[in-house]
T-cell receptor, first 117, second 116 residues
Framework: AQKVTQAQTEISVVEKEDVTLDCVYE???????LFWYKQPPSGELVFLIR????DEQNEISGRYSWNFQKSTSSFNFTITASQVVDSAVYFC??????????????WGLGTSLAVNP | DVKVTQSSRYLVKRTGEKVFLECVQD?????MFWYRQDPGLGLRLIYF???????EKGDIPEGYSVSREKKERFSLILESASTNQTSMYLC???????????????FGNGTRLTVT
């Protein structure tokens, strides 16, 4: 069955620490996309990154980096030198072909990150 | 920048009332979605629409209906609100383009609905 697991419900770190948010997925499809979204206290989910199933290259954007490993079905997200503004709920999601016109988006339950000063 | 606007940030309604949650996007997106978010349950899809007047049920459509009369507007309707519909409601939109698999969602700020 298709599934996204974010095993860490809550993480608390002190500013400037590095932190990794785990995401493990299950799918039978060979073509799929993985996403990370950030939900700050304001409530609006913000798209961070997309990765397709054929591209295992890791990505770095500033303090953010993503490690995609098909062998372990994982798409982990690391924040380097965390800041208070990184405090948010982070969601991992899997997009795969659904019936009819639309894809099916499967969400993890989210990891709540608190970065303390 | 894409803007998805939900008409109310907070809403308090009584059991049995008919409730309308409105969502407007300004980027001519074809697909629009309504999710509800609850602690421990994550995001669950209620309904989505991929064109004007077209709608499809998501994972938890019971107790809800939707309306999409214009491309930019997608309304969620609670015909008779109940306390178990107290939740955060999130609207999202996307333009599927060549592949709906890869297009990210753009979300509104959410409406926190309390039914008493």
């Amino acid at each position: 069955a298709q599934k996204v697991t974010q095993a860490q419900t809550e993480i608390s770190v002190v500013e400037k620490e590095d932190v990794t948010l785990d995401c493990v997925y299950e799918t039978r499809d060979t073509t799929y996309y993985l996403f990370w979204y950030k939900q700050p206290p304001s409530g609006e989910l913000v798209f961070l990154i997309r990765r397709n199933s054929f591209d295992e290259q890791n990505e770095i954007s500033g303090r953010y980096s993503w490690n995609f490993q098909k062998s372990t079905s994982s798409f982990n997200f690391t924040i380097t030198a965390s800041q208070v503004v990184d405090s948010a709920v982070y969601f991992c999601a899997l997009s795969e072909a659904g019936a009819g016109n639309n894809r099916k988006l499967i969400w993890g339950l989210g990891t709540s990150l608190a970065v303390n000063p | 920048d894409v803007k998805v606007t939900q008409s109310s940030r907070y809403l308090v309604k009584r059991t049995g009332e008919k409730v309308f949650l409105e969502c407007v996007q300004d980027m001519d997106h074809e697909n629009m979605f309504w999710y509800r978010q609850d602690p421990g349950l994550g995001l669950r899809l209620i309904y989505f629409s991929y064109d004007v007047k077209m709608k499809e049920k998501g994972d938890i459509p019971e107790g809800y209906s939707v309306s999409r009369e214009k491309k930019e507007r997608f309304s969620l309707i609670l015909e008779s609100a109940s306390t178990n519909q107290t939740s955060m409601y999130l609207c999202a939109s996307t333009n599927p383009g060549l592949s709906s698999l890869r297009s990210p969602l753009h979300f509104g700020n959410g409406t926190r609905l309390t039914v008493t």
